[in-house]
């Protein structure tokens, strides 16, 4: 009987390990995209690169002096290709049968890999590129070479591999010293320290960054690996990894060359496994392949940015989720790596789903980087915390020295950042956390935004002037509705925070309170709609989603102005406007109820926007220059899905938390969605909807029970329980006993 258990394991184990890829997680393609800018990128939260191109990026590191600040670039040394070799040569693209090559980047694996097949060889040669989710200081690349079954030896019968790197040039943001070229006599490695070579800004970074890069063995010379023509198959493997600390990378490395290579491979597998079917993932049922394979090549470009939270070593303090994240960053087209907005209005929300300790990894580096932004608002003469438009190492501003005006009138990233932190409140519960987090950044955001107001002598009337909202075509304008908004709502959860963490100054919330009740939200009783600004002119072209945002995801403004609103500037916002902007409107004619509308706009935000080959972003459509890899339109798309056809929303009330649920959608082609894993407070639910109906499914091991409130009837639900709507049911709101 013990020897069948234990035969049942090791066939549990092997199915485990062979499990092939389902379609929707599995982007092949037999041609490279013609820009590989559009190429897949990998990381793992700590390291990060662009399949075949030639950086590496590492958390946190950066080089240049404030607006010329961008992520320090280390040579890709693992863009690595494998030749099959005889005496007499290497194979020729000749060599190789039709369709002979294949891309693949498995999704649900966390890996890219090429296949090729030699026609007049005999041999498939796969390779396989990675950085480890487990061993996060750990960069992988693999290489597999077999002969084909009926393969008989002959006079061309390749007889060893040659791998070579393509690095790319020199890296102009660091100083690389030599520290050891390795020798496996002594059983040290080849390491490299680099040493960035400019401060971004010495008040808040006295000392360079340093790096330690540690190879597994050196390919500074092309690298030959014997292959008798009697073996059927040779594996290699190089490991390269990457750290601040020298002993930190070396027990990295001497830790993964403990394991061969299947192990290595399936402690990573594992990893990411786990992420599919424990964090997060979205299922559609019904006739929609390529929507399927687009939702989790998003879920995975986004989540592969984000750090690691069960890692062989300590992480480092996270560095936030830049426009075309961690994978790429020393470009204008990159953002430099900076941190935008984007991250907590585009992304958190979607981030928060995969688990709250990934949302705290994120708001922890807006956190961490306050008394830089308190140093941002003195410097321009005003009190709190302004928090500058791009940051990266050290918090202060580091917007391109192209856009001086930027930087000076985007202020309402500030109140944009204590709308997240309400947000993730509203989710999580978390009221520990509100007070030792989320309170000293909203108070301080609170008083800028009250230094930065002119508030009218003889009229109970204050302004935000001299501003620029997200529609950067019309900079230096007054009353941004957006702006004044998403500050209104910063201004009251200030002043609730501040209460129920204890403080009793009674003065210094009338202060905020007075802003807040008479700041301006512009509002044209005529057409019934807010103008974008003072002076918006009906038709005129705006760049991107501003006042509709007013709906979601500010929840300001539900009225029929708001779907007078959706339905004035989906006229005028210019073809060329960044991914989520098409999202934002799709989510909120859905809330709206008005579908059809919702479902063009839900299309239209992502069909000319990402690449066929491996489901890449841009941030503009075909035809448009714009940025790869753009997780910001991933950000915006998911929240299409989840909020505006999912029908869910979070809110907070005095001090009690809920989640509000109103019978979804789905989009078209499709009969079911199933989003896994959703969560609120300390509940995991999963969400199932569809064209009429919604099913929440929600468990909690420990904790107080649950209450839903329907209308005007009160059910108590206990910790688990089951709900379903169908259309035209009353929403519901669900939170939690006291």
């Not at 690595?80 to 649900?108: H, K, P």
């Not at 000392?207 to 594996?235: D, G, K, N």
């Not at 501003?467 to 019309?474: C, L, R, S």
Request: hydrophobic share 35%.
């Amino acid at each position: 009987m013990l020897k069948l258990l234990w035969l049942v394991v090791i066939l549990a184990v092997l199915r485990g390990c062979t499990a092939q890829t389902p379609e929707a997680y599995l982007l092949q393609s037999y041609s490279l995209p013609p820009d590989l800018n559009f190429m897949p990128t990998l990381g793992n939260g700590h390291v990060g690169y662009t399949v075949f191109g030639d950086a590496i990026f590492m958390n946190g590191v950066y080089n240049g002096p404030s607006g010329n600040s961008k992520r320090a670039r280390i040579p890709n040394w693992l863009n690595i290709s494998t030749e099959v070799c005889d005496r007499f040569g290497c194979a020729t693209d000749a060599d190789v049968a039709v369709n002979g090559t294949s891309y693949e980047m498995d999704l649900r694996d966390g890996y890219f890999r090429s296949r090729t097949t030699y026609k007049g060889l005999g041999l498939t040669v796969e390779q396989r590129t990675y950085p480890h989710k487990y061993f996060n200081r750990a960069l992988v690349y693999e290489v597999v070479a077999t002969r084909n079954s009926g393969y008989t030896a002959r006079a061309n019968s390749p007889q060893f591999l040659r791998l070579s790197q393509h690095p790319g040039n020199a890296s102009d943001a660091f100083e690389f010293v030599v520290v050891s070229n390795g020798s496996s006599a002594s059983g040290d490695y080849r390491t490299i320290r680099g040493r960035t070579e400019v401060l971004e800004f010495e008040r808040f970074q006295p000392e360079h960054q340093e790096i330690y890069v540690l190879f597994s063995e050196s390919l500074e010379q092309p690298l030959q690996l014997e292959w008798p023509t009697w073996q059927a198959e040779l594996s290699h493997r190089i490991i390269i990894c990457i750290d601040r600390q020298q002993s930190v990378a070396l027990k990295e490395l001497q830790d993964v060359l403990q394991l061969n290579a299947n192990s290595l491979l399936q402690r990573h597998t594992d990893a990411w496994r786990n992420f599919w079917d424990r964090d997060f993932s979205i299922e559609l049922v019904g006739n929609a392949p390529e929507l399927s394979q687009i939702i989790n090549a998003g879920i995975f470009y986004l989540a592969n940015s984000l750090p690691s939270l069960s890692t062989n070593q300590a992480n480092e303090p996270f560095y936030g989720l830049s426009p075309t994240g961690l994978g790429r960053g020393n470009l204008e087209a990159d953002y430099q790596g900076h941190n935008f907005w984007d991250t907590e209005i585009w992304m958190l929300p979607v981030v928060t789903h995969f688990g709250f300790e990934y949302g705290k990894q994120v708001l922890d580096y807006r956190s961490r980087k306050l008394e830089a932004a308190k140093y941002n608002a003195r410097s321009k003469g005003f009190k709190g915390a302004r928090f500058p438009w791009e940051s990266a190492f050290t918090g202060t501003e580091v917007t391109n020295p192209c856009c001086p005006e930027v930087a000076q009138q985007e202020i309402h990233i500030s109140p944009d950042i204590s709308h997240a932190l309400q947000k993730f409140l509203a989710q999580s519960g978390d009221f520990a956390w509100v007070c030792e987090k989320a309170w000293p950044i909203a108070a301080e955001v609170a008083e800028f935004v009250v230094s930065r107001a002119a508030c009218e002598e003889f009229r109970p009337v204050c302004h935000l002037l001299n501003v620029m909202g997200p529609d950067e075509d019309h900079p230096d304008v007054d009353d941004n509705v957006y702006t004044n908004a998403v500050s209104k709502i910063a201004l009251e959860f200030a002043e609730w925070a501040g209460v129920y963490c204890g403080n009793d100054s009674t003065e210094l919330f009338e202060k905020w309170r007075l802003v807040n009740d008479r700041l301006l939200i512009l509002h044209d009783t005529q057409l019934d709609y807010h103008p974008q600004h003072v002076g918006y002119v009906v038709n005129t072209t705006v760049k991107q989603a501003d006042t509709i945002l007013l709906g979601y995801p500010l929840g300001y403004d539900k009225s029929t102005t708001h779907l007078n609103d959706l339905r004035i500037y989906s006229n005028v916002t210019r073809e060329s406007g960044p991914a989520m902007t098409w999202s934002m409107f799709a989510a909120n004619y859905l809330t709206s109820k008005e579908e059809w509308t919702g479902h063009e706009y839900f299309e239209r935000g992502y069909k000319n926007y990402v690449r066929p080959e491996f489901k890449v972003w841009s941030e503009t459509p075909l035809g448009y220059e714009g940025s790869a890899n753009f997780i910001t339109g991933i950000g915006g798309f998911l929240q299409a899905i989840i909020y505006g056809y999912g029908g869910i929303s979070f809110s907070r009330n005095d001090n009690k938390t809920m989640m509000n649920v109103r019978v979804g959608t789905a989009p078209l082609d499709v009969s079911e969605v199933h989003v896994n894993y959703l969560r609120y407070a300390h509940s995991t639910c999963r969400w199932i909807f569809g064209h009429a109906f919604s099913k929440m499914d929600c468990g909690a091991r420990t904790g107080p029970d649950f209450v839903m409130v329907q209308g005007k009837k009160r059910t108590l639900l206990g910790r688990s329980f089951n709900v379903t709507l169908l259309k035209g049911d009353e929403p519901i709101q669900i939170s939690y006993l006291e």
